[in-house]
């Protein structure tokens, strides 16, 4: 497993370290906007509505711009590492297309956009802001567990995505062509699974008072659903390669 995730390392590295620097240029012109004062802030926040308007009644246009273009960044990234393991797996590097290693370089991937994303919006936010909300919040060390689980979690879908574009490529091969098709159709049939199961998690976290047993129900069938996705999509792909 260690040697599989070596052969795939470099190319994860420098997706990584691309992101980085995105982030991180991005957040030093944040900084010039900050001190020119083209970024503005808004201080009054919604009380009990749910979640979602608590957070942009704080956005001004400036800042609801900025943290577009990081949901921007945070897609391309996840996008980007669905699309390199296809990639490393049509070129049969070692590693590539095993479910644990989608999974591992998933979490991985998410883990990355989740720094990025930080990197940002530290940027978008003001100092003020900042502070009022750290002072509501746990300790470092609670929040780096919170981060690192929940880009696990990102990492199953991330990681059956991974697996259902190898399976693509793997069926391509087999057949010499209609990867597009094969493409489109495992989006559609994948994409209304994962669909309706976000629209039930987001339900269950934007709201005035959070249930954490629905949101936990919520959050363990996404789970279920993208090993489910994962684990066929591997079993599939076996049998077309035999």
Same mark, same amino acid.
């Given at each position: 497993?260690?040697?599989?995730?070596?052969?795939?390392?470099?190319?994860? @590295?420098?997706?990584?370290?691309?992101?980085?620097?995105?982030?991180?240029?991005?957040?030093?012109?944040? @900084?010039?906007?900050?001190?020119? @004062?083209?970024?503005?802030?808004?201080?009054?926040? /919604?009380?009990?509505?749910?979640?979602?308007? %608590? *957070?942009?009644? *704080?956005?001004?246009?400036?800042?609801?711009?900025?943290?577009?273009?990081?949901?921007?960044?945070?897609?391309?990234?996840?996008?980007?590492?669905?699309?390199?393991?296809?990639?490393?797996?049509?070129?049969?590097?070692?590693?590539?297309?095993?479910?644990?290693?989608?999974?591992?370089?998933?979490?991985?991937?998410?883990?990355?956009?989740?720094?990025?994303?930080?990197?940002?919006?530290?940027?978008?936010?003001?100092?003020?802001?900042?502070?009022?909300?750290?002072?509501?919040?746990?300790?470092?060390?609670?929040?780096?567990?919170?981060?690192?689980?929940?880009?696990?979690?990102?990492?199953?879908?991330?990681?059956?995505?991974?697996?259902?574009?190898?399976?693509?490529?793997?069926?391509?091969?087999?057949?010499?062509?209609?990867?597009?098709?094969?493409?489109?159709?495992?989006?559609?049939?994948?994409?209304?699974?994962?669909?309706?199961?976000?629209?039930?998690?987001?339900?269950? *976290?934007?709201?005035?008072?959070?249930?954490?047993?629905?949101?936990?129900?919520?959050?363990?069938?996404? *789970?279920?659903?993208?090993?489910?996705?994962?684990?066929? /999509?591997?079993?599939?792909?076996?049998? %077309?390669?035999?």
């Amino acid at each position: 497993m260690l040697q599989q995730m070596k052969s795939m390392a470099r190319p994860y @590295g420098a997706l990584f370290a691309l992101s980085l620097v995105v982030a991180l240029v991005a957040r030093v012109g944040l @900084g010039v906007m900050d001190l020119t @004062g083209t970024l503005s802030y808004d201080y009054i926040s /919604a009380a009990d509505v749910p979640m979602l308007d %608590v *957070i942009c009644s *704080i956005l001004t246009g400036s800042t609801l711009v900025a943290f577009m273009a990081l949901s921007g960044l945070v897609l391309v990234v996840s996008v980007a590492g669905v699309a390199l393991s296809g990639l490393l797996f049509e070129r049969g590097v070692a590693g590539a297309g095993k479910p644990a290693t989608a999974f591992l370089w998933g979490w991985a991937t998410a883990l990355v956009a989740l720094v990025c994303a930080l990197v940002m919006a530290s940027g978008i936010l003001s100092a003020v802001q900042v502070g009022s909300m750290s002072s509501k919040l746990p300790g470092t060390a609670v929040l780096l567990l919170a981060a690192v689980v929940f880009a696990a979690f990102i990492g199953t879908l991330l990681g059956a995505a991974s697996q259902v574009v190898c399976l693509c490529v793997a069926r391509a091969k087999a057949r010499g062509t209609g990867f597009g098709r094969t493409l489109v159709v495992a989006a559609l049939v994948c994409g209304l699974v994962v669909m309706l199961l976000t629209v039930g998690t987001f339900a269950s *976290i934007n709201t005035a008072h959070v249930q954490l047993g629905v949101v936990g129900a919520w959050f363990a069938a996404d *789970i279920v659903a993208n090993l489910a996705i994962l684990l066929g /999509a591997t079993a599939l792909m076996k049998k %077309v390669s035999a």
